[in-house]
């Protein structure tokens, strides 16, 4: 028996039990998947917060109300974040402005409205969060699962020899680790990504809060 032949990585995982086998193509495929929506919210929380620097940085430059709300019901469909929270509160202002409500009401209304769109938008950031946290606590139990199996079949083997040497041991004993090396593979980055970007949403977030209360007093001293 060639040890270190039967000790590669291909042929541990060629050679494992049929059990074994699924354990490992399980996490295989959730490591894959959990890197996709990693990437994917890396790319869309740092889009976020680009369009975010960039309306704040319009908002507060002193233009007109009524222009910045044209730019931004004209291009909805590449608004984000802040700007769609704006663009929510000042459109239900003006609408129960023009109905001479009083102004408790044309308030309540707006901070509703943006309110809404908030809890939008941070819902759209924490969007398969659940997922990488799930992957992160869950794939190490999965790969230990594949481990305890492999050692189990290992010492059923040996149970049919009469003399166990290294040789019998070592390549059910490996097997069964490659395992828990696998769940460890998926379960790491996972739970790197997931405090990052719940980090970094929480920040965006409190961004978003600030400026709706920022923007409510704004509308209340346009209402005097």
Do not use: C
Request: charged share 20%.
């Amino acid at each position: 028996m060639n040890v270190t032949e039967d000790l590669s990585i291909l042929s541990l995982i060629a050679n494992a039990s049929l059990l074994v086998k699924l354990v490992m193509a399980l996490l295989g495929t959730v490591s894959f998947m959990s890197w996709y929506w990693i990437f994917r919210k890396w790319f869309a929380i740092r889009d976020a917060k680009k369009k975010t620097d960039l309306f704040e940085r319009d908002f507060w430059s002193g233009g007109d109300l009524n222009a910045l709300y044209q730019s931004a019901a004209t291009s909805r469909h590449e608004a984000a974040g802040m700007e769609r929270i704006f663009e929510a509160g000042y459109r239900e202002f003006a609408k129960l402005r023009g109905k001479s409500l009083d102004h408790g009401a044309v308030m309540d209304g707006a901070r509703r409205a943006m309110r809404a769109t908030y809890q939008r938008e941070v819902d759209d950031l924490e969007a398969h969060l659940a997922f990488l946290a799930s992957v992160g606590s869950v794939s190490p139990y999965v790969g230990l699962f594949g481990t305890v199996w492999g050692i189990m079949n290992a010492f059923r083997g040996l149970s049919n020899v009469g003399s166990a040497t290294l040789a019998h041991v070592a390549p059910g004993i490996a097997e069964a680790l490659v395992a828990t090396a696998i769940g460890l593979f998926a379960a790491i980055p996972a739970v790197v990504a997931y405090n990052r970007f719940a980090h970094d949403i929480d920040r965006i977030a409190i961004r978003f809060e600030s400026f709706t209360e920022e923007f409510l007093n704004i509308l209340q001293r346009q209402l005097r």
